[in-house]
């Protein structure tokens, strides 16, 4: 088929022609019907080009918006039309170009996007409109420099080196600490937290590929030191001394500062995967009988870096598969079931023990775990509440709303089923 023919004599909201309807749908149930073209939207936009080579795709694409990008959807829709030439003459004003730009980068639109950026970088801004252009263009990575020069000369190389040199110090992947390195170490680690919450040249620096590189790097490392203090504590003869403890404090330390930073870098899925790989393990060597009354501080750290993993997965910031998921729960679940008595007992027993599980870390971790047994298939999340109901500790975590949900869906499948058997059965009839 001749794409570019179809181009030149297709008309936005043309009926007769139309093999397309895009549908925009606002968060009050209220719709418009647009009628386009899958010629041109494959064309334009990369977002319509993959919904569209599904075979099962149809010919009705919804989309979510609200009354105030309303018409900036609309209009971007109408640009996908122009030729590239006449995009630029196109944009009339920078809240609408401001709008269109977000869309246009949501939507993977190119042409429109580098029109987008050309017009705001040539026009007058008001101070508020600023703002909104730095939260827009600062998604867009390098593209976004002809708007930033605007405002300020950004060396992103120069910012890149610091944040690498600063990183690399942070994780001690830079080489041997000089005198005084824990000091300098902790300092470092506070700059690029500092970095990573108030530069505003940092959004673009961490989509680089060599700065994700030396993240990645620095986990890894941060990851191998965790695992090599752990297996010591099996071999070392005197695991009540207080040292010894001490001795796996920094890299533990170390994993929960990863721990925090990553998702402001988007690597938060790196941190989970490498933590599903060392769970077994992990568990294995804290669970050795000879640990079972040491190490107290190290267990409810594990949980406290458990429950973070948990959240993430949980609702949704790190995607992975249903097994990966369900691997995952089985294995902590058990661990922090059996853990949380145990911890108790011992703050009643003892005044001065301080390593607990507050309240919380406990509906942090409780409300995660429930997120994740819901999004799970309905035979995973049987296995887990019949396990969960067969322990002694049904009290924590408190599983009950996850098995209200679940009775309640597998009522509601069982009804559909129904419904669409007897569908079928009186279809039979009636040939």
């Known amino acids: 088929m001749d794409l570019t023919g179809a181009v030149k004599t297709c008309k936005f909201g043309d009926q007769k022609t139309s093999d397309i309807i895009v549908c925009l749908r606002n968060h009050e149930g209220k719709t418009e019907c647009l009628y386009s073209h899958s010629s041109i939207l494959t064309n334009k936009s990369r977002f319509f080009a993959d919904w569209l080579s599904n075979p099962d795709s149809g010919t009705y694409i919804e989309i979510q918006c609200s009354e105030s990008n309303y018409n900036h959807h609309v209009n971007l829709l109408r640009l996908l039309y122009l030729p590239a030439e006449s995009l630029l003459d196109s944009l009339n004003s ?27 970088e040539a026009v007058p801004w008001e101070d508020e409109e ?45 080489g041997q600490c000089p005198p005084f390195g824990d000091e300098l170490k902790a300092s470092a680690q506070e700059q690029v937290e500092f970095m990573l919450g108030g530069d505003e040249d940092i959004p673009l620096i961490t989509t680089d590929d060599e700065v994700k590189s030396v993240v990645r790097m620095g986990l890894s490392k941060v990851f191998s030191s965790f695992e090599k203090e752990l297996l010591s504590l099996l071999v070392n003869s005197n695991l009540s001394a207080e040292t010894t403890e001490d001795k796996i404090s920094p890299s533990l330390s170390d994993m929960e500062w990863m721990c925090n930073i990553l998702p402001k870098i988007e690597l938060m899925k790196d941190f989970v995967s490498c933590w599903a790989e060392i769970s077994g393990k992990v568990l294995e060597i804290v669970e050795d009988q000879r640990l079972d009354h040491h190490m107290w501080g190290l267990k409810v750290k594990l949980i406290e870096m458990t429950g973070k993993v948990l959240e993430a997965v949980g609702y949704g910031n790190v995607i ?51 997120s994740l047994i819901l999004a799970l298939p309905s035979n995973d999340q049987a296995d887990i509440l019949a396990d969960w109901m067969k322990t002694e500790q049904v009290k924590y975590p408190d599983l009950t709303e996850a098995f209200e ?18 569908r079928v059965s009186d279809a039979t009839h009636s040939l």
């Not at 097994?323 to 079931?337: A, D, E, G, H, M």
């Not at 059996?338 to 003892?350: F, R, T």
């Not at 301080?354 to 309240?359: P, V």
């Open 130 to 174: 600023e703002e909104e252009i730095l939260e827009v263009v600062s998604k867009l990575g390098l593209m976004a420099m002809p708007i930033l020069a605007r405002i300020q000369p950004v060396d992103l190389n120069a910012t890149k080196n610091v944040f690498i040199s600063a990183f690399r110090f942070a994780t001690s992947t830079g």
């Open 405 to 422: 949900v679940w009775c309640y869906r597998t009522k509601s499948a069982k009804r559909r089923l129904a419904e669409g058997l007897n």
């Open 94 to 120: 920078v809240k609408s170009a401001i709008g269109i730009l977000h869309l246009a980068t949501a939507f993977h639109c190119e042409e429109i996007t580098n029109s987008c950026i050309q017009y705001l």
């Open 320 to 370: 992975l598969p249903a097994p990966c998921r369900v691997q995952l729960l089985k294995t902590w679940l058990p661990y922090i079931r059996k853990m949380k008595p145990l911890l108790d007992a011992k703050v009643n027993e003892e005044a001065g023990f301080t390593h607990k599980m507050d309240d919380d870390l406990c509906q942090s971790i409780e409300g995660a775990i429930v």
